[in-house]
């Protein structure tokens, strides 16, 4: 595990993890880039996304051994509470956010971390900072 990531600490999204382990352009060179300068942070929803998506036991020992080398900030109950508040208040807005998306954005904004993502519907989360990655 990495060092202590807080000052300008970047939670990768999903999405844009799929983008590297597919060295898809550009985000496959964003994500390289801000790894190497260790400020890159994952969380346990994040791996386990990861892994459900793989295509063989090698290809997820691929995915942790990359992941393994990132620092990895778990949700605490606090954190899922806020999480379910957030998804309450985007849904009373008319905007339905998967819970798992909602704790993302409720870690981000806990632990002053940019979210870096290809999902539109974080534009709209209160208090969260995206990576601006265009």
């Known amino acids: 595990m990495a060092g202590n990531v807080t000052k300008?600490?970047?939670l990768v999204d999903t999405s844009v993890w799929i983008s590297l382990f597919r060295n898809t352009a550009p985000h496959a060179e964003k994500l390289d880039r801000v790894l190497?300068?260790?400020r890159v942070v994952t969380t346990g929803i994040v791996k386990a996304e990861l892994l459900q998506g793989v295509n063989s036991v090698k290809e997820g020992e691929r995915v942790l051994?990359?992941?393994e080398a990132v620092e990895s900030m778990e949700i605490d109950e606090k954190l899922w509470l806020?999480?379910?508040w957030l998804a309450f208040e985007m849904r009373k807005k008319g905007r339905i956010v998967p819970l798992t998306d909602a704790a993302l954005g409720a870690l981000a904004t806990a632990r002053d971390l940019l979210l870096y993502t290809l999902d539109k519907h974080f534009d709209t989360m209160p208090g969260l900072k995206l990576y601006p990655w265009a």
């Open 8 to 10: 300008n600490g970047i």
């Open 65 to 67: 051994s990359i992941l």
């Open 82 to 84: 806020n999480a379910g």
């Open 36 to 38: 190497r300068q260790g």
